[in-house]
């Protein structure tokens, strides 16, 4: 159908939210649209900036946009978090349709500086912008956080107004990574942040929370939910399951396992949608 920006997605994802799947190997990223086309739903894959140098930025440019064109639903490609401008004008070049920069680590004054010229640089390019604030924790691919700081829902409003960000990932009591206990959500300040925010809310760190969360969070008003660990180890799990010397075997589960996670996924996110 075509290639979009997350603003186009996410401004119509009126009861549900849209999955943002990380692809941390070129097949994977065939593995995501084949299960957005199998669901007849919108998606967004993303890549962050290891996985792009691990898939490679031509190999990247040329497959993900021509691929997602291809999808009967709409696609949005994304370049997930980002804390280096050089990085993200380079992006600007080789077919994301939305990137974000995540100057969460900074005072938000200076947070507030950094994505503001991101979103005018981007803005004059037609590509969409996410930003961070407050500190989602945990380990994932190019971020690390020990520790989680809660999104204010006042700073939220002032730091959307100031940098007129398209998406604002918050911190609610999520985390990157593998979960140890059960994740706590703060809906109430969720739904404090969906009411005052001039933004879409983007919650990460989905892989592992339970179902019941998950919809709770697409009621309280999240319209973009990150997964990129579940995906890693559904990859890991369908590889090992498979003994013997074939590669196509042993690749061929990996994408069944993937291609299971992600269509699981979307069908959660869209659960308020068919009203199952
Ligand atoms: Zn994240």
């Excluded at 890693?232 to 010397?245: S, Y």
């Amino acid at each position: 159908m075509s290639l979009v920006t997350m603003k186009h997605l996410l401004d119509r994802a009126e009861g549900y939210a849209v999955g943002a799947f990380n692809a941390s190997t070129p097949d994977m990223i065939l593995d995501i649209l084949t299960a957005a086309e199998q669901e007849q739903a919108p998606c967004i894959l993303q890549v962050s900036w290891s996985a792009l140098m691990f898939i490679g930025a031509p190999v990247f440019s040329t497959l993900a946009p021509e691929l997602a064109k291809r999808v009967s639903t709409p696609v949005a490609v994304h370049l997930d978090h980002c804390t280096d401008l050089g990085q993200i004008e380079q992006a600007f070049g080789l077919g994301f349709t939305s990137v974000m920069i995540d100057a969460s680590r900074l005072p938000i004054e200076e947070n507030i500086k950094v994505t503001r010229e991101v979103v005018r640089k981007a803005h004059a390019r037609g590509i969409s912008v996410e930003a961070e604030l407050g500190r989602i924790g945990g380990t994932e691919d190019d971020v690390w956080s020990d520790a989680s700081t809660f999104t204010d829902p006042d700073e939220a409003r002032w730091f959307v107004q100031e940098t007129e960000v398209d998406a604002l990932a918050v911190a609610v009591g999520t985390a990157h990574g593998i979960y140890k206990g059960e994740p706590k959500l703060d809906f109430q300040r969720l739904r404090r942040l969906h009411e005052v925010c001039d933004a879409h809310l983007v919650l990460h760190g989905a892989s592992g929370l339970p179902d019941e969360a998950v919809t709770e969070a697409v009621r309280c008003g999240v319209k973009k939910i990150n997964v990129a660990t579940e995906l890693k180890l559904a990859w890991l799990e369908g590889v090992r399951e498979i003994p013997g010397d074939d590669p196509r075997k042993v690749l061929g589960r990996a994408r069944e396992r993937v291609i299971d996670v992600v269509r699981a996924k979307i069908r959660l996110m869209r659960k308020g949608l068919i009203g199952d």
